[in-house]
Nanobody, 123 residues
Framework: QVQLVESGGGLVQAGGSLRLSCAASGRTVSGYGMGWFRQADGKEREFVAAMSVSGRYTSSADSVKGRFTISRDNAKNSVYLQMNSLKPEDTAVYFC????????????????WGQGTQVTVSS
């Protein structure tokens, strides 16, 4: 079993930056594909970014491309989401996820999920 805990969310002005962290416990996630998703009020959860097991491959949603960067540190059993040039439309609860597929952007492919961290971007 893998437990995931997100941190680093908060309130930031438009144009600002935040770095989200996701700490895993229970077992190492070095063999898991990792992803970030988000859910805004009244909307479906949506894909944000993903990174392969090797770290060689990444993917990000068009809405965040060029602004958000996913990274992982297997030694710390953690994954990160660096968010720059934040916009009010980035306001959402952000979830970290781990999956046995080596690399996927599909929500249903992820077996383990954190509880989420709130990111609020003011205009």
């Amino acid at each position: 079993q893998v437990q995931l805990v997100e941190s680093g969310g908060g309130l930031v002005q438009a144009g600002g930056s935040l770095r989200l962290s996701c700490a895993a416990s229970g077992r190492t996630v070095s063999g898991y594909g990792m992803g970030w998703f988000r859910q805004a009020d009244g909307k479906e959860r949506e894909f944000v970014a993903a990174m392969s097991v090797s770290g060689r491959y990444t993917s990000s949603a068009d809405s965040v491309k060029g602004r958000f960067t996913i990274s992982r540190d297997n030694a710390k059993n953690s994954v990160y989401l660096q968010m720059n040039s934040l916009k009010p439309e980035d306001t959402a609860v952000y979830f970290c996820a781990a999956g046995l597929r080596q690399f996927t952007t599909v929500e249903r492919d992820y077996e383990y999920w954190g509880q989420g961290t709130q990111v609020t971007v003011s205009s």
